[in-house]
C-alpha cells in the first residue's frame, strides 16, 4: 500500500501507524518529508560537474529522495535499505524501476561497471563507518557523493588544522576527499523530530597513492590519540604504530616539526609526508 505523499507528515504517521511499523533511534530513522529539501539535495552536484550514469542511495527509508533520484538516474539507479519493513515498501513502489537491495551498506561493494554517485541521509551512529566504506574501502569505486549528516558531524569533517573541530577523522577524510558543507537542513523537517538540525555535504574523491592509505590513517589516529600530549609523545605511546624514539625524532627533524606542537595544529600534508617517512 503506497504512501498518499511522501511529503506528507499525516500520511507518513498514517503508514507507519497501520502497517505497525515504528522509527527506531537504534538505526537513526527520521524521515525526511519535505520536498524542496530532497530536490535540493538531489540537484548538489553542479552542473559543471559530470554526474555519472548510476546512482546508489544508502538507505531509502521512505522514497524522499530516492523518489526523485530515479528521476534523474532512470534504471541506472540502486537503493540498499537494512531495514526489512522499509526495504518492503521501497521494492513494492519502485522495484520495476529501481534495483531495490535489502543489506547492510558496509557489506556493500560498489562493483559497478563504471564509477557511481553515491547519495545517503546517514544515521548518526554509522556516519563513520559508512565514511570508512566509502572513502577507504571503495576507494576508486565512485564519482561524487551528496550525504545528510548531524550538524556538529558536518562541522568536524569540513574544520581546518588549529580548530576544536579537526580530529582524526577530518584529517583522514579530508586526505581522500574534497568535503564542502552545501546547506543545513532544520530538524521540523523530519518524523520522528530528532534534537539537533542536519547538514547536507558533498565529497568529491581525491587521487592519492592508495600504498600509503593505512599507514596515513594510523598516523592521524596517533596524532590524536591524547590531545593533550605533543606529537611527540602521542606518536611514541601510540597503539596504532610502533616507533622507538629515535624514529619519532628523525621524523620531527626531517620534516622541521616543534617536537611541542600538538596533532591538532598538523595539517593533513604533513601528516601524509609523516606516512611516507614510515
Same mark, same amino acid.
Given at each position: 500500500m503506497p504512501i498518499d505523499n511522501i511529503y506528507s507528515?499525516?500520511?507518513?504517521i498514517n503508514y507507519l501507524t497501520d502497517n505497525?511499523?515504528?522509527?527506531?533511534?537504534k538505526r537513526g530513522q527520521n524521515f525526511l518529508y519535505d520536498r524542496n529539501t530532497a530536490l535540493n539535495i538531489v540537484n548538489v552536484i553542479p552542473h559543471s560537474f559530470k554526474r555519472s550514469v548510476s546512482c546508489l542511495e544508502i538507505g531509502g527509508g521512505l522514497g524522499s529522495i530516492t523518489h526523485n533520484l530515479i528521476e534523474v538516474?532512470?534504471?541506472?539507479?540502486?537503493?540498499? %535499505?537494512?531495514? &526489512?519493513?522499509?526495504?518492503?515498501?521501497l521494492f513494492s513502489e519502485y522495484g520495476e524501476?529501481?534495483?531495490?537491495?535489502?543489506s547492510d551498506i558496509l557489506e556493500f561493494n560498489l562493483d559497478f561497471n563504471e564509477k557511481i554517485d553515491?547519495?545517503?541521509?546517514?544515521?548518526?551512529?554509522?556516519?563513520s563507518p559508512i565514511l570508512e566504506w566509502l572513502l577507504n574501502k571503495n576507494y576508486g569505486k565512485w564519482n561524487y557523493a551528496v550525504f545528510m549528516v548531524q550538524r556538529d558531524f558536518a562541522l568536524r569533517l569540513v574544520s581546518k588544522e588549529g580548530t576544536d573541530n579537526y580530529s582524526a577523522l577530518t584529517a583522514f577524510a579530508s586526505f581522500l576527499a574534497d568535503i564542502k558543507l552545501e546547506f543545513n537542513v532544520s530538524k521540523n523537517i523530519f518524523y520522528p523530530k530528532p534534537k539537533i538540525?542536519?547538514?547536507v555535504i558533498s565529497l568529491i574523491p581525491k587521487k592519492v597513492d592508495v600504498?600509503?592509505? %593505512?599507514?596515513? &590513517?594510523?598516523?592521524?589516529?596517533?596524532?590524536f590519540h591524547n590531545r593533550r600530549k605533543t606529537l611527540r609523545n602521542n606518536l611514541l605511546n601510540s597503539p596504532y604504530i610502533k616507533l622507538d624514539i629515535d624514529k619519532v625524532e628523525s621524523i620531527l627533524k626531517t620534516l622541521?616539526?616543534?617536537?611541542?606542537?600538538?596533532?591538532?595544529?598538523?595539517?593533513?600534508e604533513t601528516i601524509e609526508a609523516v606516512a611516507r617517512l614510515l
Open positions: 507528515l499525516s500520511s507518513i505497525g511499523v515504528s522509527p527506531t533511534k538516474y532512470k534504471n541506472n539507479f540502486t537503493v540498499v %535499505e537494512y531495514d &526489512k519493513a522499509l526495504y518492503n515498501y524501476k529501481a534495483n531495490v537491495v535489502h553515491v547519495y545517503g541521509n546517514i544515521p548518526y551512529n554509522i556516519t538540525d542536519s547538514s600504498d600509503i592509505i %593505512e599507514k596515513y &590513517k594510523s598516523v592521524s589516529k596517533s596524532m622541521n616539526i616543534d617536537k611541542n606542537e600538538r596533532g591538532e595544529n598538523i595539517p593533513i
